[in-house]
C-alpha cells in the first residue's frame, strides 16, 4: 500500500499551489518512515560503530516519465532533510530509471544540487524497470539496448569511482545496482 492515497496525482502536481496541503502532507508521511529508519541507524551504529553503510535505508522509486522530474524534487527533498553531512549513515536512497535519455545528465544535477546543498544521497540505479510503461517511447527513452546498457554502466562506472576515490568526502556515499530488464 502507498504511504498516502491518491500519490500518483500528487507526484504530478507536486509544485500546483493546489496540491501545497496534499504535497506536505506526502512528505510528512514520508518523513515519518524515514525518521524510523535514521533513528535506528543510529541506534544500531553505536551497536556496531565499526560499520561503514547504514543498516537501514528507505527507496524512493516512481514508475513513469511524467512523474519523474517531481520525483526527483521529493527525493531532495527528503535526502536534504535526512542525508545531512554531519550523519554517519544516509537513510533516504532516490532512484535513477537509467533507459531514460537524461537520466545520466540527472545523477550530475543530483550530486551537484547535493554538493551544494551540503547533504549527501544515495543513488539507486535501474537499468530498466519501467520502460515498458513509457508513452512517449521514442523521446524519452533509449533508441536501443546498448544506448540503454551503456548509459546503466557509464552511470555505475561513474557513481561507484567517485565514492572509492572521495571516500567520506564522497556525495553520493550510497550505490543501488539494479539491473532489471537484462
Do not use: W
Not at 504535497?23 to 514520508?30: A, F, G, Q, V
Not at 525518521?35 to 535505508?57: D, V
Not at 539496448?145 to 562506472?157: C, Q, R
Amino acid at each position: 500500500p502507498a504511504v498516502f492515497s491518491d500519490p500518483k496525482n500528487v507526484l504530478k502536481n507536486f509544485k500546483d499551489p493546489k496540491y501545497l496541503t496534499k504535497r506536505n502532507e506526502l512528505i510528512e508521511n514520508c518523513s515519518k518512515i524515514i525518521e524510523h529508519a535514521c533513528n535506528k541507524n543510529i541506534e544500531l551504529s553505536k551497536q556496531f560503530p565499526n560499520r561503514n553503510a547504514p543498516f537501514i535505508i528507505v527507496v524512493i522509486d516512481a514508475e513513469s516519465f511524467e512523474l519523474q522530474q517531481n520525483v526527483y524534487l521529493l527525493q531532495r527533498i527528503l535526502s536534504e532533510k535526512f542525508n545531512k553531512n554531519e550523519n554517519k549513515f544516509i537513510s533516504v536512497v532516490g532512484t535513477i530509471q537509467m533507459y531514460l535519455k537524461q537520466s545520466y545528465d540527472m545523477i550530475l544535477k543530483e550530486l551537484k544540487l547535493a554538493g551544494e546543498g551540503n547533504y549527501k544521497i544515495g543513488l539507486k540505479l535501474v537499468r530498466g524497470a519501467y520502460l515498458h510503461t513509457e508513452t512517449n517511447r521514442s523521446e524519452v527513452i533509449h533508441d536501443t539496448k546498448t544506448d540503454t546498457d551503456d548509459n546503466y554502466n557509464k552511470g555505475i562506472a561513474f557513481v561507484a569511482n567517485d565514492i572509492i576515490s572521495k571516500g567520506d568526502k564522497a556525495v553520493c556515499s550510497h550505490l543501488v545496482v539494479a539491473s532489471h530488464n537484462d
